[in-house]
């Protein structure tokens, strides 16, 4: 597209990230919604095999299956291993403590991200990028960081969420030279696929499930086969899952990590306008603070960046 080729490669990263953010948000609502009737390996393994057909049914219409080639498989299986691990990393904080203590240790992601952009893909981290991570984490604590949480070792499960999340985004910048937003997507629902059926086999019978414990519960629950009409909206969940899934790995593979990484904070805007509209949860008043520090710094990043774009000579593009 036109508009695409006047603005930087950064700017396009941002843009394809919040709006993948946005579609995320609305298959993490349709999955926290059934969590208290499915398992999560159950829910996990039927929306990522939609979502795998759904790519590939656009990759069919739009140019071949063999655009999802590679030449780096194991690469795309470990970068897809890695985004399963955060994710259950993420579940086991949640089963051991507050989930707002969980979401916020996990938002350390983006100084991981930084940090291992800087030493293995020696991307500059300048000082408005890290001032722009610092207020945006500013803003997390003041959403999310409950008061009087005693200190204890289950911490470190969110915190290993997001080593092996940055570690995720940064194996999208390695790939990128190489392979499409395409072909990532796919290799990351194989992964969830295959670990969701192996979770199957092992804790699928639901003779672990002993605990009385939510997030316990949503782990080791048996399987049980949905009725139509949550099929349907896993199906919905599917399909919106595969554009974000998609979205985040090309926002990734065009922008800079410790560009785009700031704006993965809007995620906690959207969630908290999900939980409003969906649930009828409101927002109390360091929910609007924290959201005013995320915006915010997020957008001295994207305005830093259109202002560095104007400096660089632009070529027509389409």
Not at 172 to 178: H, N, P, Y
Not at 234 to 249: F, N, P, R, T
Request: proline share 4%; net charge positive; with cysteine.
């Amino acid at each position: 597209m036109q508009f695409l080729g006047l603005i930087s490669r950064n700017v396009q990263g941002i843009l394809y990230l919040l709006v993948a953010l946005v579609f995320l948000t609305v298959s993490d609502a349709i999955i926290k919604w059934l969590s208290p009737y499915y398992p999560l390996h159950e829910l996990t393994l039927i929306k990522a095999a939609i979502a795998l057909v759904v790519i590939f049914v656009v990759a069919h219409i739009f140019g071949g299956l063999s655009q999802l080639k590679t030449k780096r498989p194991w690469l795309h299986l470990l970068r897809g291993i890695m985004y399963v691990l955060s994710d259950a990393f993420y579940f086991l904080g949640l089963a051991a403590i507050p989930m707002a203590t969980t979401v916020t240790l996990f938002f350390c992601a983006p100084l991981f991200v930084c940090l291992i952009a800087k030493i293995f893909l020696r991307e500059t981290v300048g000082l408005q990028r890290w001032l722009a991570i610092f207020v945006g984490m500013v803003g997390v604590f003041v959403i999310a960081l409950p008061s009087g949480v005693e200190f204890n070792w289950n911490v470190v499960f969110p915190v290993l969420s997001a080593v092996t999340y940055a570690l995720m985004v940064i194996m999208t910048r390695k790939l990128a030279i190489s392979d499409s937003a395409g072909t990532m997507s796919v290799y990351v629902l194989i992964s969830f696929i295959l670990l969701s059926i192996v979770s199957g086999i092992l804790i699928g019978d639901g003779q672990f499930n002993v605990f009385n414990q939510v997030a316990l519960e949503f782990l080791l629950r048996a399987w049980q086969w949905p009725s139509l009409s949550v099929y349907q909206l896993l199906i919905i969940c599917g399909v919106v899952s595969a554009v974000g899934v998609y979205l985040l790995s090309q926002s990734y593979r065009i922008g800079e990590a410790s560009v785009v990484v700031p704006f993965e904070y809007a995620s906690l805007p959207l969630a908290i306008l999900a939980g409003f509209l969906v649930w009828g949860d409101l927002p109390g008043l360091r929910d609007y603070i924290g959201s005013a520090l995320i915006i915010g710094s997020g957008l001295v990043v994207i305005l830093f960046e259109i202002r560095m774009s104007r400096k660089l000579p632009h070529f027509k593009t389409g």
